[in-house]
């Protein structure tokens, strides 16, 4: 199927939303910025600084996560939202060019080449940016000085990456192998939580914490996502816990940069 014809969401006219991108000469004043996780939706809106508009409404990913389901929800969790001119989307998985190449804790195979920035855009009427979730919340919490490392605690485990608050893109650091059968995402994931209890998973994550810490030598790392509070293991003072609320705000970042 080609990408930019995506039968699922006929109608699509990709050259309008192009067009419509391209006429926006300015920083967008009111961006919608919403988080696709593994159980919940978030959406809020944000000024160009990343303040919040309306503050973070949220609903439950439907099952089966698939794009129609996900992109429903979206639009039904959205619908008394006040205006917005730009988009930002913060996706589960591998995303390349708004592009979504894996959604390991959602329906997997029905996201495999869905451009996603598209068919927001073309759903929701408005220019869209998708990128990974991590790399979002790390967007939205960063000082912008030296190496800067974040991890998502949720659903699944989400790593991102800036210098001087540059982004390095596409990194899926927790798909590197753990143990002999399981990489970092299955290791202290929610599933893992869910089978293990807190007192292993707290284990699980000293060894996680550990072996990051001697690999990226960050300066600083921000731990964020629905199981951040469940860290019981002691943290150096470079590591902060930092609220999905304060990620969120990585979607004004988005439009920001060039
Ligand atoms: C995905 C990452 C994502 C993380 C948190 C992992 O399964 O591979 O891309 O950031 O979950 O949602």
């Not at 996780?37 to 503050?55: R, T, Y």
């Not at 190496?147 to 990194?171: N, R, S």
């Amino acid at each position: 199927m080609e990408k930019s014809h995506d039968k699922r969401f006929s109608g699509t006219d990709f050259s309008i939303t192009c067009q419509r991108y391209l006429n926006m000469k300015h920083t967008p004043q009111r961006i919608l910025s919403i988080d696709i996780g593994g159980s919940g939706i978030k959406a809020s809106l944000l000024d160009p600084e990343g303040n919040i508009l309306v503050d973070y409404r949220k609903t439950s990913t439907p099952v089966p996560a698939n794009p129609e389901q996900i992109i429903l929800a979206i639009k039904t969790l959205v619908a008394d939202f006040p205006d917005f001119d730009a988009i930002s989307a913060g996706f589960p998985g591998y995303v390349r060019e708004g592009i979504v190449h894996t959604a390991p804790n959602l329906d997997n195979e029905s996201w495999k080449l869905t451009d996603l920035s598209e068919i927001l855009s073309h759903e929701l009427g408005k220019p869209a940016k998708v990128v990974n979730d991590a790399d979002l919340q790390g967007m939205g919490v960063v000082h912008g000085k030296g190496l800067e490392m974040m991890m998502t605690l949720g659903t699944g485990f989400g790593t991102a990456i800036l210098l001087d608050g540059i982004l390095l893109p596409h990194l899926e650091l927790s798909h590197l192998p753990a143990t002999k059968s399981k990489d970092f995402d299955q290791y202290i994931g929610e599933k893992a939580l869910q089978e293990i209890g807190e007192r292993k998973w707290n284990k699980r994550m000293e060894r996680v914490l550990h072996i990051f810490k001697t690999v990226i030598n960050y300066d600083a790392l921000y731990i964020s996502g629905g199981n951040a509070k469940r860290l019981t293991v002691p943290l150096d003072d470079n590591v902060k816990i930092v609220s999905n609320r304060e990620g969120i705000r990585g979607g004004a970042r988005l439009w920001k940069q060039a």
